[in-house]
């Protein structure tokens, strides 16, 4: 899934043995696992589902095998109103059963049977009703042009909300599942619909082909006046015999914009069937683009949902949207084979389906698409992974789980990013073909089962030949957080260059972390010889190591993370860095980012000055690709919004951004040309919004500002000329427009928005007016957010905006505690673990961080995840604090 993170709160004890857990009080709620004396074997869903109402009804029935005697079992369900239970003995005999709501704000409940009953199969049958959804967890209800839509999104907790259940990835079966809904509208679910029949004046029943065995999160339907386009059918190949149905599905009116996604559907599945050596088995493929969604997508095998930007393109859509869509698409059907085929066996393995995606989804990428670049975004995500695990509140990969809030933050950058780069990293040290066998025999082996970590680990150290050392090093980045820190000396010794390699933790300025902690770390480093360069690669599985360089010319320079393959940070001497400086252009553009990487590393852990930054990062502003000619600008914007406290000192870093990237901008003008390559899209948008909006630059924002101004000129018919201004470049226009124009062009946004569906023009309205830097105006747009005009999930997009300075976050910071009930009652338990960022993000004074801990502290139980995302939020405000503090601006 592609995922904003969603929390809940609960201790979560560990799985006990079967006796214990059938001891279990019938009054004490077991947290976290379900005790598996009771064990689901299949389920019948009915729903009857009216998208235009406020509840809907389901009948559940599940076979349970009960393992041994007892007088109750506990399932999930929360918020369901429960009027009559059955229970079905094995010689089929019926008697009433009663549900309690044990502990309704964890969703556990109880079965009480009314006498004990020896181990059997039993069938429940629970009838309920419930509410649509209003914050876009179980079954919800979201509307489109004015229309109700029914859907649902499980993942990861939430398939309690819909229908009551054992809901957790451990436990797979088959589903039938039966949709009775209003006669003029549709519905899809994870299967071929089998069956159609009238259910009463209005009413149709549709049924759907039995599933594979799945857990409960993945279960999915969808109901209203869905457009369903057909798109190619996906022909048979050496691995699977049938031709694979591919459709679109999108709400009424969208679904001719469905065929450029259909079209790249094809490759993605073939490219996937022939890595893993096993064909989809899952019978059909839709892929829905929801009104509204809480996460990126999710991978509901058979029914694929996203973000309907993703999947709705047009021939002038912005090339973010079109790479967006590919790449995530390309994720999703990877699970169809991490995760869905093959299932975690609990939370603390999640890296299991979304490290393990996100990795295959850069391979098809990259398979399919080169020009796109996956390689460079698989570094670019590991780097970002690499800020939040500087922390010493960062989460591990394979993280404990002692709450709901832990599986509900754990669909972070640490699961997905870090996961994947790590391993990439060990991929490259057995090889990517000893790798993909491994692979194989890992799906072979669980396939429509379970996995833990282990049976990953060891099917690719069989694969590989290796023992204990190789898993101990790869469990050694999944059992433990932290970014290894490299440092490399390099010395002359005997007529031969040796390379010293010590390695730490790395831990920025002002941490109180540790920093002795030991991987095994797959190192590579690259150096220069009298023709050319050379690679030498050894485990470095100890505090220190020497690795002699064959062949190093003297002098050399030495790349510390050849390719950027391992997932470390380097350090080197001054000297060693000024010559690796000189020889930049020598490097792969993967190194150069691993290189500009370090350098922010080295300034961030108080090596470097912003002056010996500067230095450093200049080169890489002119190399051709774009990925890295705008690595600086993070680090060169920190040290212009931080260091730089006098008008000499930010001119001096306003003439370095101006002399790297002005030509540039320039030379790729204001508007698409036809043919461009879409890098220079992407390019020409990245650079407009960081000189525009972060360093201001005149003559940016004067042109950005001629079409923002067109775009909010209003056309005959009275609506805005949003298609006046370059796609690609709509948001920051208009994101300029309303500082420059102040009111009136906040007040054109707020009163397009609800009349605008397509959803890229929204986005671009969502920037425009979480742009404005003028607080009695940053609140009215706030306001605005909290009001059903503004879905649930495009909530964020207005409230991330006033970050940019201490005035801005103290308006921000005095409206949302102003509003925190009101935030709190609309985003419900999705949004939790993020509230401590969205509202104390970018922070850099002890008295935020003091604020937010005062604040959020005793809310905590409001909304799980909140405790996680409130330690690592007031942890970055400290260390921006510390770092600031050691800076001196004469340096720049």
């Known amino acids: 899934m592609h995922r904003f993170a969603r929390p809940f709160a609960l201790t979560v004890l560990a799985m006990c043995c079967g006796a214990a857990l059938a001891s279990t009080p019938a009054d004490q709620a077991p947290h976290g696992t379900l005790p598996r004396w009771a064990v689901p074997e299949s389920y019948q869903l009915s729903f009857k589902v009216d998208p235009k109402q406020q509840d809907y009804s389901g009948t559940t029935t599940i076979k349970v095998d009960l393992k041994q005697a007892a007088d109750h079992l506990w399932l999930d369900g929360r918020d369901l109103n429960v009027s009559k239970v059955t229970i079905t003995d094995a010689s089929g005999t019926a008697h009433d059963g009663k549900y309690v709501a044990v502990a309704p704000n964890e969703g556990v409940s109880r079965i009480d049977f009314g006498s004990t009953l020896k181990p059997q199969q039993l069938t429940l049958t629970i009838e309920y009703t419930a509410p649509l959804n209003q914050q876009l967890q179980g079954l919800y209800k979201v509307s489109h042009a004015g ?72 279960v999915a339907f969808a109901v209203g006046p869905w457009d369903i386009v057909n798109g190619p059918d996906i022909s048979p190949d050496d691995y699977r015999t049938d031709v694979l149905p591919l459709r679109g599905i999108a709400a009424h009116g969208e679904g001719h914009r469905m065929q450029h996604v259909l079209s790249e559907t094809p490759s993605i599945i073939h490219t996937l069937e022939n ?6 088995p899952f019978g059909k493929l839709d892929l829905l683009a929801a009104p509204d969604f809480s996460a990126g997508a999710m991978e509901n095998p058979g029914l694929v949902t996203f973000r309907d930007w993703l999947l709705l393109l047009d021939p002038d859509s912005p090339a973010k949207y079109v790479r967006g869509s590919f790449n995530v698409t390309a994720h999703e059907l990877a699970h169809q084979w991490t995760g869905d085929t093959v299932t975690l066996a609990w939370w603390n393995d999640i890296w299991l389906n979304e490290a393990f995606a996100t990795w295959m989804q850069q391979k098809v990428t990259m398979k399919v698409h080169p020009e796109y670049r996956a390689d460079l975004d698989r570094i670019h995500g590991a ?25 509900e933050t754990a669909f972070d950058g640490i699961t997905y990013q ?28 669980h396939k429509f089962g379970n996995a833990k970590a282990d049976d990953l680990v ?10 204990e050392t190789f898993k101990h090093a790869f469990n050694s980045f999944l059992d433990q957080s932290g970014v ?38 797959p190192v590579c480093v690259r150096y220069a010889t009298s023709d050319g360069t050379k690679q030498s690669c050894e485990l470095l599985d100890k505090a220190t190591a020497s690795m002699v360089l064959t062949d190093a010319s003297t002098p050399t320079w030495v790349m510390p993370n050849a390719n950027a393959r391992g997932y470390y940070r380097f350090s080197l001497s001054k000297k060693d860095w000024a010559n690796l400086t000189q020889h930049v252009a020598a490097l792969s553009d993967t190194e150069q980012l691993a290189y500009a990487d370090s350098i922010d590393a080295g300034f961030r852990h108080g090596d470097l000055n912003a002056g010996d930054v500067m230095t450093a990062l200049k080169p890489l502003t002119s190399v051709a690709t774009r990925e890295v000619a705008v690595a600086p600008l993070e680090t060169i914007e920190w040290i212009y919004s931080n260091e730089a406290t006098t008008d000499a000192q930010r001119a001096k870093v306003e003439a370095w951004v101006k002399d790297a990237y002005l030509p540039r901008m320039e030379q790729l003008g204001y508007q698409r040309k036809s043919g461009e390559p879409e890098g220079d899209s992407l390019l020409r948008s990245a650079l407009a919004e960081v000189l525009a909006l972060d360093f201001k630059l005149p003559e940016v924002r004067t042109a950005l500002l ?14 805005l000329n949003l298609t006046a201004a370059d796609p690609d470049l709509l948001g920051v226009a208009l994101a300029v427009a309303v500082q420059e124009r102040g009111e009136p062009a906040l007040d054109a946004l707020i009163a397009e928005l609800p009349q605008t569906t397509d959803p890229a023009l929204r986005n671009a309205m969502l920037q425009g007016l979480s742009a404005t830097d003028t607080p009695a105006l940053a609140d009215k747009a706030r306001d605005f957010a909290l009001t059903k005009q503004v879905k649930v999930g495009e909530m964020a997009a207005i409230l991330r905006g006033g970050h940019d300075t201490p005035a801005a976050r103290d308006a921000l910071w005095n409206w949302f505690t102003g509003h925190y009930d009101q935030v709190i009652a609309r985003t419900g338990s999705f949004a939790g673990g993020r509230l401590p960022s969205l509202v104390g993000g970018d922070g850099c004074s002890k008295a935020e961080a003091d604020r937010l801990q005062a ?19 007031r942890e970055q405000t400290l260390l921006c604090t510390a770092l600031k503090a050691k800076q001196d601006p004469s340096k720049i």
């Not at 039966?178 to 029943?205: M, R």
């Not at 060891?458 to 023992?467: C, K, V």
């Not at 490399?488 to 902690?517: C, E, F, M, V, W």
């Not at 079409?707 to 056309?715: H, I, N, P, R, T």
């Open 484 to 521: 290894p820190y490299v440092q490399a000396q390099l010395d002359q010794k005997n007529g031969k260059t040796i390379l010293h390699l010590t390695q730490s933790r790395y831990l920025p300025t002002g941490s109180t972390g540790n920093a002795n902690r030991v991987w095994g770390i």
């Open 383 to 407: 780097e970002g992974a690499m800020q939040n695990d500087s922390l010493t509140s960062a989460r591990q990969i394979r993280q404990p789980i002692t709450g709901n809030g832990d599986i």
């Open 458 to 467: 060891g099917a690719i150290a069989t694969a590989a030949n290796q023992g």
């Open 147 to 218: 229309v109700p839509y029914a859907m649902t999104q499980m993942e990861p907790i939430s398939a309690r909300y819909a229908f009551p259940g054992f809901d957790e990835p451990g436990f797979k079966t088959p589903y039938d599942i039966s949709l009775t809904i209003p006669s003029d509208v549709t519905a899809v679910a994870n299967t071929k619909q089998t069956g159609e029949a009238a259910a009463g004046a209005g009413w149709k029943t549709l049924t759907f082909a039995k599933t594979q065995p799945l857990p409960t999160y993945l």
């Open 706 to 719: 001629k079409q923002g101004d067109a775009a909010l000129a209003k056309k005959a018919d009275g609506h």
């Open 855 to 873: 604040y959020f502290e005793p809310r905590l139980k409001d909304v799980t995840g909140a405790d996680r995302g409130l330690a690592q939020t």
């Open 275 to 280: 890595y893993y050596g096993f064909g989809y």
């Open 418 to 445: 870090k996961g994947a780069a790590v391993i990439g990293m060990f991929e490259g040290y057995v090889g990517e073909d000893t790798f993909q066998k491994g692979m194989r025999a890992y799906i072979q082996a």
